[in-house]
């Protein structure tokens, strides 16, 4: 672990410094805007962050909003769908939709030489999208197609049926990419009207780093916002409980299982949340140095490898975990990841583990820094998590600040593994039959 931890300190020396504290742009009101200027390569990188996420899908259409995100660049305004992506291709302008439960998250890189070209084509299909038919009936067969390649993935399958089981009947639970009956109930008219009520100013999250100035900037993003609806969409309903702890099993005939473990977690409001991501770290982060790696992959050899997530939603905290192996090894896996659970929601981690969780977490923080496509997307999860713009530079010396008993005070709160949801995509071995014994005398 002192060996890790050495390494981040060289990498943090090595790696550039991120740029001062960015800074808060007004275009308009219901608009986040953080803008870092940085003219050392001319290119300007921009996420976007608009309030349609899958929390939003009709119950009986599950997908459409993922559906909507994967037609943003099949035509807008005078362009048809290949016109369009000839043009973005031939700028040389890299554009990507990632839709997730609460947002859509676009993203685009240009030269800065090109960037009113770039905004331009980006405005037109967030204000003038088309939905052609052809477009729309050749979206929803790839989608279709990559809903059967995820029927064939222990791993998909058990994070969809875990998250059917932890959060039941909310939206949250369905798949971002929905489902085969809800794609095929999603019409054209569907399509726009989602766009119409989500691709708003309302709720949007914009980040930006590059060469670009401020007054620039600012025109090109009030010409690409400022006409679209100044409404925002209805809130999405509460998450009031989540489901029961206990172990699922979907059958699959497969050599190696996949298991996905959770618990419930903390909002980002919570303040004890940062002490609840530094102790879900030690115990399952994704590193060599974590007990869980420790305990499962390197004293026993039951896994290549396990890690666990301190993930937030809007409206949700969780922990998720996942771990593939072996058939005849599964059961002992999780047996062991319990118990690891249990003894580090006990007693919590040793000042050493938390001097080395600091160590490496401020170290390689820097990292996501070191680009401008990295610094857009990092202030715009910051974005996302509702995050004042000075946590930016702040982040760090929050960190330091945390105290062991913080830690384990958050790690008692978290990792009590009676309340654990387990899914698992393939088979156990069963167990094996008990020999009846006589009765003895008294």
């Not at 973005?88 to 070209?117: C, I, W």
């Not at 059967?148 to 949250?172: M, S, V």
């Not at 399509?191 to 709720?203: E, M, P, S």
């Not at 409404?231 to 009031?240: L, M, Q, S």
């Amino acid at each position: 672990m002192r060996i890790l931890a050495a390494i981040v300190v060289f990498l943090f020396c090595a790696a550039p410094a991120f740029a001062s504290a960015p800074k808060a742009l007004d275009i308009g009101p219901g608009e986040q805007v953080w803008f870092e200027e940085d003219h050392t390569v001319p290119m300007v990188a921009v996420t976007v962050a608009l309030p349609a996420g899958s929390v939003y899908d009709p119950a009986n259409k599950a997908g459409l909003a993922a559906f909507a995100a994967y037609m943003f660049n099949e035509g807008a305004g005078e362009y048809s769908s290949v016109a369009y992506q000839a043009a973005v291709a031939n700028l040389g302008m890299q554009l990507s939709m990632s839709p997730d439960r609460d947002y859509l998250v676009l993203s685009f890189t240009t030269l800065s030489s090109h960037a009113k070209e770039a905004f331009r084509l980006f405005a037109l299909a967030l204000q003038k999208p088309h939905f052609d038919a052809d477009a729309v009936a050749r979206v929803r067969a790839q989608m279709l197609q990559s809903l059967q390649q995820d029927a064939q993935e222990p791993a998909t399958i058990a994070l969809n049926r875990f998250y059917q089981a932890f959060f039941g009947d909310h939206p949250y639970a369905h798949p971002v990419n929905g489902d085969a009956a809800g794609l095929n109930a999603i019409s054209a008219a569907d399509l726009k009207a989602f766009a119409a009520t989500h691709w708003v100013r309302n709720g949007a999250k914009l980040t930006v780093s590059g060469d670009i100035d401020t007054a620039m900037l600012t025109a090109l993003l009030k010409s690409t916002f400022d006409p679209l609806p100044a409404t925002a969409p209805p809130p999405p309903p509460p998450v009031t409980h989540t489901g029961p702890p206990g172990l699922i099993v979907v059958a699959m005939d497969v050599p190696q299982p996949t298991a996905i473990f959770g618990l419930p977690g903390m909002l980002r409001s919570d303040k004890d949340y940062l002490a609840g991501y530094v102790a879900n770290h030690i115990v399952g982060g994704g590193d060599f140095s974590s007990r869980l790696t420790h305990e499962v992959r390197e004293k026993r050899g039951l896994t290549y490898g396990v890690s666990q997530v301190f993930g937030d939603f809007r409206l949700a905290g969780y922990v998720i975990g996942q771990v593939a192996t072996r058939r005849d090894s599964m059961s002992r896996s999780l047996e062991v990841i319990r118990n690891v659970l249990a003894e580090y929601a006990a007693h919590g981690p040793t000042e050493a583990e938390l001097r080395d969780a600091k160590t490496y977490l401020t170290g390689s923080y820097p990292l996501a820094f070191s680009s401008n496509v990295g610094v857009a997307a990092q202030l715009n999860a910051f974005q996302r998590a509702g995050l004042d713009i000075d946590y930016v530079t702040s982040r760090n010396s929050r960190i330091n600040a945390l105290t062991l008993a913080d830690v384990r005070r958050a790690a008692a709160r978290i990792f009590d593994p009676k309340r654990e949801i387990v899914v698992v995509a393939g088979t156990l071995p069963s167990p094996a039959p008990q020999k009846s014994r006589k009765p003895t005398k008294a």
